[in-house]
């Protein structure tokens, strides 16, 4: 691959403090391989054998996006949240979504100040590098809808002024599967705005034991230092786009998202939206892997996260119990995946 005209380099001090990517070096994406790793290793110390959950989530982190952990209480969505805050060494809120939550209890309020005879805003929990916005969706349609130019736009509106949220900025939501009475679904113009869905699914048994051990004497929590600077996720962020996709590729990933929109058991497809947030996501996860260009299994392994809380299965397919995750498994099975003649000549650029 050409060179690239931010470069990055990082350094590993013994003591694992703070690693700052703001330096020039020769192989950015081998470093960037070596950062994940260093993360993944910490947050390992806290959450085991997740860690496919970790790197999706770093993903959403590398390419700008937020994250819809999806699965039934206990299962250690918060403590997720709460260790990449705490690794990455960013401000985190957690916001406890109930039916009585207001708009402005999250975007923040202006109070009246007597003594100064002026409006003061006061800025709600929104206002955060890492938001951690919990069980989501027991909370109303209107408290939701307050989120989407949060999430969109990373700023906030009050009063008619607009106010900018922190760098970085992102939102992990946790909505338990299994309960309804309560609850309001998440309309599909929210669901769009999340990068990626995430099940982190139970342990196996020697996993719950190691848990069982780790959490003994206290909570491991309390030791995590800051790894990552907003200066070395800003230079990733960067990173992330210049990472090469092949013509080839790029036409494997249409195929896949177009199929979405003709499948007799998909209702509605796939939006553009959901097209570039595929190619982003795919883009992230070579990087994190330390390269400097995507492969077909990528884009496999991405397109379930990515697209099934993007489409709607039609009436005839939920009858018959099928899944949104099967439905993207069979486009999967269903769409040509082009050969290493294609695109293989992008690893020589």
Known sequence: MGAHPATIGVSFPPDRTLINMAEP?????????????????????VIVGKAGAVELMVVALFCEGHVLLEDVPGIGKTTLAKTLARSLGCSFRRIQFTPD?????????????QK??????????IHAQIVLADEINRAG??????????????????????????????????????????????????LDRFLL???????????????????????????????????????ANQLCR??????AIEDYLLDLVRASRSSPAIELGVSPRGTMALYRA???????????????DDVKQLAIPVLTHRLILASDARL??????????????????????????????
Do not use: C
């Open 25 to 45: 070096s020769l192989d950015e994406f081998d470093s960037i391989k070596q950062v994940v790793q260093v993360l993944r290793d910490q947050i390992g110390q």
């Open 101 to 113: 939550v207001l708009p402005s209890d999250i975007t923040g309020v202006n109070v009246f100040n």
């Open 116 to 125: 100064t005879g002026e409006f003061e805003y006061r800025t709600g929990p």
């Open 141 to 190: 349609p209107r408290t939701q809808s307050a989120l989407l130019e949060a999430m969109e736009e990373r700023q906030v509106t009050v009063d008619g002024e607009t106010r900018a949220l922190p760098y970085p900025f992102l939102v992990l939501a946790t909505q338990n599967p299994v309960e309804l009475e309560g609850t309001f679904p998440l309309p599909e113009a929210q």
């Open 197 to 235: 869905r995430v099940a982190i699914g139970y342990p196996d048994r020697e996993e719950e034991r190691a848990i069982l051990h780790r959490f003994r004497t206290g909570n491991p929590l309390a030791d995590l230092q800051p790894l990552l600077s907003t200066d070395a996720i800003h230079a």
């Open 242 to 247: 210049q990472v090469f996709v092949h013509t």
């Open 282 to 296: 795919s883009q992230a996860l070579a990087l994190v892997r330390g390269r400097s260009f995507v492969l077909p």
């Open 320 to 349: 018959r119990g099928q899944s949104a995750v099967a439905a993207v498994g069979k486009l999967i099975e269903a769409t040509p995946v082009p050969v290493e003649e294609r695109w293989s000549q992008s690893q020589q650029r």
